[in-house]
Each structure stands twice: as C-alpha cells, then as structure tokens.
C-alpha cells in the first residue's frame, strides 16, 4: 500500500486515469461473456433478420455482427489496458 500512497502523492490524476481505463477494461472483459453466450444461442427473436453465413479467411462466419462486435470489443479492452499501464508505468518513473 505504501507504493500505491507514494504514486497518488506523485501523480494523482495520472492514477485516477489509470484506474479508471483499468475499470472500462474489466467492463469489457464483462461484456465479452453475453456476447459469446448470445452468439451461440441459435434461436433469435428476429429471425426474419438473420443472415446467412459468410466465409472471411477461409472461416465460416454464421454471424459477422456479433464477430465485428466481438472483434471491437476485445481491441477496445486491449487499448484501454495498455493505455492503463503504460500511464501508470510514466508515474512510476
């Protein structure tokens, strides 16, 4: 606890920034779970809507949606981490 007081003394904002990319981070990581879980589930309420399969990269994509959702959330959960640590790597220096 006392590296963590003398990095608040240092820096607070930097440290309240840090903790906060950290927390949108965990929100994320979060939000991953239904996404994979709704991505599996066949049944939908808007079937009407539903597209069919396509192929990117030699994969076979049932739902390119959910896979660009899935795709966005997991670089805004690695930009927020890395912005997190490479802010709280400046006040430690």
């Known amino acids: ?3 963590f007081n003398t990095l608040i003394q240092t820096s607070p904002f930097k440290v309240f ?3 906060l990319l950290s927390t949108f981070a965990g929100v994320g ?3 991953l779970i239904p996404i994979i879980l709704n991505s599996f589930n066949g049944d939908t ?3 009407v ?3 069919e399969p396509i192929m990117f990269l030699s994969f076979e994509v049932s739902s390119y949606r959910f ?3 899935f ?3 997991c670089l805004g ?3 927020t981490r890395t912005l997190s640590q490479l802010v709280l790597s400046r006040v430690a220096i």
């Open 67 to 69: 896979a660009a959702l």
């Open 45 to 47: 309420q808007f079937a």
């Open 17 to 19: 920034v840090s903790l």
């Open 49 to 51: 809507l539903q597209e």
């Open 71 to 73: 795709l966005i959330s």
């Open 77 to 79: 959960i690695l930009g």
């Open 1 to 3: 606890m006392k590296i």
């Open 29 to 31: 990581y979060a939000l």
